[in-house]
């Protein structure tokens, strides 16, 4: 059973920093696209980052593009997400995800696996 975990919540100073950390029960995590997405109260699912696991390609959506960075280390089978400068606009509810193979890594319906969440609540 695949499994995904989340840590790195909190509440987190508007201007700070926050480093966000999923681990996976994935023996072949090295062979997934990995995704992190946040969603807000009130609002739909919305794209933050995404690794490839082939080049470690990445991409980031546009509300977080240059201050955020995802990476990944495939021996501890984690996921991290590294977020600069957050503002209250950040705040949300973020999600690990993963998939064999993410084509449109932006979209969340192309993963299958999902982690519970963190909350992050970014303080002005």
């Known amino acids: 059973q695949v499994q995904l975990v989340e840590s790195g919540g909190g509440l987190v100073p508007a201007g700070g920093s926050l480093r966000l950390s999923c681990v996976a029960s994935l023996r072949t995590f090295n062979s997934f696209d990995m995704g992190w997405f946040r969603q807000a109260p009130g609002k739909e699912r919305e794209f933050v980052a995404a690794?490839?696991?082939?080049?470690?390609?990445?991409y980031y959506g546009d509300s977080v593009k240059g201050r955020s960075s995802i990476s990944r280390d495939n021996a501890k089978m984690t996921l991290y997400l590294q977020m600069n400068s957050p503002t209250p606009e950040d705040t949300a509810v973020y999600y690990c995800?993963?998939?064999?193979?993410?084509?449109?890594?932006?979209?969340?319906?192309?993963?299958?696996?999902w982690g519970q969440g963190t909350q992050v609540t970014v303080s002005s």
């Open positions: 690794i490839k696991w082939f080049g470690m390609r990445t």
């Open positions: 995800a993963a998939s064999q193979r993410a084509p449109r890594p932006g979209e969340p319906d192309e993963y299958a696996y």
